[in-house]
């Protein structure tokens, strides 16, 4: 029996910051996909938060221009308004 599956396709968003990095931890917050420090901790070691396509458990996780977070079949690419030029 073959079984035919469609997966939803996700929903993008843009998230700017003004820093040169946010972490992942500070970045659930910021965006209101967690509350409270704690239901991010428990978000990010539970795997149901994806940083560039993989699971990830590090809540001190650097995110920088062009990563992509991935939480509850939205995408976040992380769009840095800092100028990097030295």
């Known amino acids: 029996m073959k079984i035919k599956v469609k997966a939803k396709e996700h929903k993008k968003e843009k998230?700017?910051?003004?820093?040169?990095?946010?972490?992942?931890?500070a970045f659930l917050k910021f965006m209101g996909i967690?509350?409270?420090?704690?239901?991010?901790?428990?978000?990010?070691?539970?795997?149901?938060?994806?940083?560039?396509?993989?699971?990830?458990t590090a809540r001190g996780?650097?995110?920088?221009?062009?990563?992509v977070v991935s939480a509850f079949s939205v995408d976040y690419e992380?769009?840095?308004?800092?100028n990097n030029e030295n």
């Open 15 to 25: 998230a700017e910051i003004n820093t040169d990095y946010i972490q992942l931890q």
């Open 34 to 56: 967690a509350e409270t420090g704690g239901q991010a901790k428990e978000l990010i070691q539970d795997g149901i938060i994806r940083v560039n396509g993989e699971s990830c």
């Open 61 to 67: 996780k650097k995110l920088r221009n062009g990563d």
């Open 78 to 82: 992380i769009v840095s308004t800092v």
